[in-house]
């Protein structure tokens, strides 16, 4: 009878004090690979008195974020975030969390995220006419503020183009903070008179006062205006008290959707730009598709379905450059992930980064191949090789809105132009709460 493992996995020991938490810090992308690498798909190491294993197996995955989801809670470094974020959907925990998805659930009913398709489309549309044949541009910028307009058009019914730049600053200031939130202690430099903390207060003082704003005026209005903050606003707890949202949960909610909305499609949406424009082939094949498709027009959502090339290119987008690049949980008591005891306050670790580009699933893991997309290739592989969005009760609320924002942004655009990389230098990525190119990506913009 084979006996279950009960020890810890193999892992790296430090050397000399903080080496392990150096390491993660100069890169966690290298790091987490390279362990994975070194030691399996199962990984312990200690960090400053706390104990992490990083999972890089599919079945473990599913049992951290499915089969056994309420032995865990969320990571310390959400948990820090909760300065940024509030208790909104991403950092709220047990009961509070359910009860807060319950009542936000309803604003992403695909018939409601299907009416925002002509907003989505339309601000593309924008940013396509403000475009010139010729010109340079930071396309993570342009990415940027595109999906700030759209996000806050979808949940408050406004229209930023004035306060966009003022906004975008504040929240790339406030989505800096989550680096700190992912070190041991970190959450102690909050409190000292450092210049970065208060540029962060600034921008959350900021932030917070649009939002509120945003809310107020719709209070005020009790118009429902098709977005998102009015279903909000009219959510009752049905399984519950029958209650609403207080003003601080609406805000914090809010906030997070906000912050979640704007910049994870921003990053796919900068990504999947980057790897057509090295990748000619693939970006013919999607361009014939376009024209197959939508013959000049400018995409709805029901053109969706027929677009299964462009599905192909951003899920391949998504496998190599994921906006979410790990996922962090903590156990809230002894339990058991595949052969190995995770005790009680053991960090759980799973990146899609390191899974997604593991060869065992992904044949020349770091080549750009949408046909990998085929429904023949995707059966072939485990399930959980590939959860860009989560998985599980705590799964990504917004995938729907976040797939069609991305699909319509890149066929609305790529009708139109063509975006050649102006250098050929590697990317200089920067993990924080997403994936992001640290300077930006310089593109050309040539008119189709």
């Not at 029958?242 to 997070?256: F, K, P």
């Amino acid at each position: 009878m084979h006996r279950r493992n009960t020890q810890q996995p193999p892992g790296p020991r430090a050397r000399y004090p903080g080496e392990l938490i150096l390491a993660f810090r100069r890169g966690p992308l290298q790091f987490l690979t390279r362990i994975c690498r070194e030691y399996g798909p199962a990984v312990h190491f200690d960090v400053a008195r706390s104990s992490f294993y990083l999972f890089n197996d599919p079945d473990s995955i599913r049992e951290v974020l499915i089969t056994q989801a309420d032995a865990f809670q969320k990571g310390p470094a959400l948990r820090n975030a909760k300065i940024t974020l509030g208790e909104g959907l991403l950092t709220s925990e047990g009961d509070f969390h359910r009860r807060q998805r319950r009542l936000s659930q309803p604003a992403f009913h695909a018939q409601r995220v299907n009416a925002y398709a002509a907003d989505m489309t339309g601000f593309a549309l924008r940013t396509s006419q403000k475009w010139r044949d010729g010109q340079e541009l930071d396309v993570h910028e342009a990415m940027m503020e595109l999906t700030l307009a759209i996000v806050a058009k979808t949940l408050f019914d406004a229209d930023v183009e004035s306060e966009v730049k003022q906004i975008g600053d504040a929240m790339n200031t406030s989505v800096a903070m989550f680096t700190r939130a992912m070190l041991p202690f970190g959450s102690l430099l909050n409190y000292l008179p450092l210049p970065g903390n208060f540029r962060f207060k600034k921008a959350r003082k900021l932030l917070w006062q649009t939002l509120a704003r945003f809310v107020e005026q719709r209070r005020t209005s009790g118009v429902d205006r098709g977005d998102l903050l009015s279903m909000l606003l009219r959510a009752r707890d049905t399984e519950g008290d029958n209650s609403a949202m207080t003003d601080l949960q609406l805000r914090d909610e809010v906030m997070t959707l906000f912050t979640a909305g704007h910049e994870t499609s921003a990053n796919a949406l900068t990504f999947t730009w980057y790897l057509l424009a090295q990748n000619p082939a693939a970006q013919e094949k999607l361009h014939a598709e376009l024209a197959r498709v939508l013959g000049g027009r400018p995409p709805g959502h029901e053109d969706l379905p027929q677009l299964e090339y462009l599905r192909q290119v951003v899920a391949e987008s998504m496998r190599l450059y994921p906006p979410a690049w790990a996922l962090g949980r903590q156990a809230l008591r002894d339990c058991t992930v595949g052969a190995w005891q995770v005790p009680k306050d053991t960090v759980v670790l799973m990146s899609q980064w390191v899974t997604h580009r593991d060869a065992r699933f992904w044949p020349d893991p770091e080549k750009f191949d949408p046909d990998r997309w085929t429904t023949e290739k995707k059966n072939e592989r485990p399930r959980w090789a590939y959860y860009p969005f989560g998985g599980g009760p705590r799964q990504c609320i917004g995938e729907s809105f976040a797939w069609m924002e991305i699909m319509l942004g890149i066929a609305t655009l790529a009708q139109q132009w063509r975006l050649e990389l102006v250098d050929d230098r590697p990317l200089d990525l920067l993990a924080t709460i997403t994936l992001r190119p640290r300077h930006g990506i310089r593109m050309k913009l040539r008119r189709r």
